[in-house]
Structure formats: structure tokens, C-alpha cells
């Protein structure tokens, strides 16, 4: 395969970390690429009053594949104090740049694996009936709908006549709502359309026919959101019997399946969602496998242009530290999932081979790991750093 350019994104605190030690991973497994810097976060947002500036779109625009780290957000309020004081007053507004950047181009379909490595001391365990533990298998992967639902960002304050009458039109808001003062009445949509909520579900299909799994389910809330959860659990049946007549759709609600993750997780392979309830779904996954340090991240959609990421925060209380000392895994798997979409699968499998190898043997062993408290002295209490994580991993390539 001729040699990529990737988009390498930092963003803020410890994504710089980890992306730095993601790259010499790569690097080391013999992976070639050039990796051109995309600005993007919350010092850009001080700076310029934008945090994904025009430069960062047309490189992923060019380059198609990006590699992210983590970014900084901060309430209305506070953004606004933190900008540059000759930006101050003129009407910017902060946005997520992650949000953006789906919505921008098009990357509806995300997707998060939850796997649980042998030896892993943080991997969940329940009590038997004499008494004893067990360790289920956890091996899910959450798909969950990108650019739609509550995160579509059509909202409303003190919402102007034309959406105020429109909403006065439906008998619930007009009986519950109306009596308010309209600057008191704040509105967020959940909007989904079948097109997309297709495209989520048939990837889910695929996903599942590929390994000849028996079923996907579908987590939603169809008993009380009717329109929208109903549509995308009824879609499911209808895909399924038309197209896909081996692969049964079960179906849970969303706060029921969060009770259900700590009876029997192993029984969910594949789970397609809705974009917060999809959010909810994958990081109550993740801590069933060792938490946000084990959870990475694939977005991709029509436009061609693919992102991968760790779902964890920037953290930015860990990314002044002397010696680093954030778990890097899930940066490497985020990794891993662009060299399966790019087509370089025994590359990922010979680097997740590597990491399953240091987690299995558990000789090194990040602070989270060890169920250490986060702070600079977990290095004296034997937690390895960061780059000596990396360093492990490398060791077993």
C-alpha cells in the first residue's frame, strides 16, 4: 500500500501525550506515513475564537484520515471570559469542534469497541451462586448514530415567534409549556432521519453477518420517545427481515440495559444506538473493560473522511506532569481501527497482539491499572509512565 498522509490532531492536554506516543507506536510497528499537525481545541478557540480552524477542514478534506487526541470544552461562560480580549463582545460563540467536524463531513457512523483483554486487572467480574466470581467475556461493539439525535444542535433560548407558534401547535407543549415566559422555555430537538438511521443500523448488519453473530440490539427508549425510537427499532425490523433474515433484532430500553451491563454484558455483541444514548451505552461498556484508558473510537461516513480517537477526555490536570503517566491503550486501539478501515489489518492484529501480550503478562502496568489515584507519585509506587507503556508495547511487536 503506497505511503498515507494522516491528519494528526493533538487537540489538548494529555491528547498530545498520547498521540506523541501513538505516532512512535506506529513508527515502530513498521507503519509508513507522513502525519502533517491539524489545529484544533481550546487554545484555538482562545487565539482566534475558533477551535477547528479552516486549515484543519481542508487538510482532513484532502488527506481523508485523521488521527485525534482529546480537547478541552468549558461552559458558555467561561469560554467566553478565556478568549483573547480583542475577541471579547463580537458574538463568538463556542462550539465543539468534534461535533462540528461530524456534522461537517458527514461522519455518521461511529464506532465503539468494547473488549475486555485477559489479565487485565480492571476487566469486570460478578459472584456466582457459591460464592465465587467469574469473568465474563465482554466483547461488544457499540455503533452509535453520529450526527443526529440530541446532539444535532438545534436548540433554542428564548425561542423566536416562528418556532414558539410552531411548538404551541403540538397539544403537549402547549398544555405544558405555554403558561411559562418563552426566556424561561429552553428547547433542545432530537431529530433523526430514516437515512441515516438506516445507515447506522445496515452497518450494524454487516458488522454482525461478518462474524456470523445471531443478533444485534437495538437500545433505545421506543415506550416513551415513540417517534424517534420507534422508527429506528421498527427500521431494524424491517432491514432484518427483508435482508438479513439469518440475524435476529432484539431490543432494550436504554436505562434497563445500563442495569443489565452488570448481569450479563457477554450476551451483547452488537448494540446500535442513538447518539446520547449511544454516548451513555459505550462508556458504561468501557467500564466493564477497564475504563476510558481502553476505550477508542471510529467515525466515518460518505464523505470519505475517517477519524479515529480515544473517547477519553483531555484531562488536563495529568498534561503538565514531568513524567506522563495517562494510559495510552486507548489511543493505540483508536489507532489500530484506522489501520483496519485503511486496509492494513495485519498490522492492527500484530499491534493489538502486542498490547493483549503487556496486559496478559502484567508486568507493566499504568497507574489506572493498579488502582492507583492519579498523581505524580504513582511512578514511586511502581505505576509505569506513559512512554514506559509505549515502550512495553514496542518491546512485544
Known sequence: MSKRTIVAMPGDGIGKIVLEECIRLLDAAGFEADYVNGDIGW????????????????LLEKHKI???????????????????????????????????????????????????????????????????????????????QNTEGLYGGVEWSNAPDIVWDAMMTHKNFEKNFSGHPRNEVFISTRILTKKYSERILRAAFDYAKERNLKGITVCEKPNVIRETSGMILKLAQDIAKKD?????????????????????????????????????????????????????????????????????????????????????????????????????KELSQKIQNAIATVIKEGKVRTYDMMKLRGSQDVIHKGAASTKQMTDAVIAKL
Not at 44 to 54: M, S
Not at 256 to 283: C, R
Not at 312 to 322: F, I, N, Q, W
Open 66 to 144: 485523521g488521527l485525534f487526541g482529546a480537547i478541552t470544552s468549558k461552559p458558555k461562560d467561561k469560554a467566553e471570559a478565556e478568549l483573547a480580549p480583542e475577541l471579547r463582545n463580537k458574538g463568538l460563540v463556542y462550539f465543539s469542534p468534534i461535533v462540528t467536524m461530524r456534522q461537517r463531513f458527514k461522519m455518521d457512523i461511529c464506532m465503539r469497541p468494547c473488549k475486555a483483554f485477559k489479565g487485565n486487572p480492571l476487566n469486570f467480574i460478578r459472584r456466582t451462586a457459591d460464592g465465587g466470581f467469574e469473568e465474563p467475556l465482554v466483547d461488544t461493539m457499540v455503533f452509535r
Open 244 to 344: 438479513y433474515p439469518e440475524i435476529s433484532v432484539w431490543d432494550t430500553n436504554i436505562d434497563a440495559q445500563m442495569m443489565w451491563l452488570t448481569k450479563n454484558p457477554e450476551d451483547y455483541n452488537v448494540v446500535v444506538s442513538t447518539n446520547m444514548f449511544g454516548d451513555i451505552l459505550s462508556d458504561g461498556f468501557a467500564g466493564l473493560v477497564g475504563g476510558l484508558g481502553f476505550a477508542s473510537s471510529a467515525q466515518f461516513g460518505e464523505s470519505g473522511v475517517a477519524v479515529f480517537e480515544p473517547t477519553h477526555g483531555s484531562a488536563p490536570k495529568y498534561a503538565d506532569y514531568e513524567i506522563p503517566i495517562v494510559n495510552p491503550i486507548a489511543m493505540f486501539l483508536s489507532a489500530c481501527m484506522m489501520l483496519d478501515y485503511i486496509g492494513e
Open 43 to 58: 487554545d484555538f478557540w482562545c487565539k482566534e475564537g475558533n477551535p477547528l480552524p479552516a486549515r484543519t477542514i481542508e
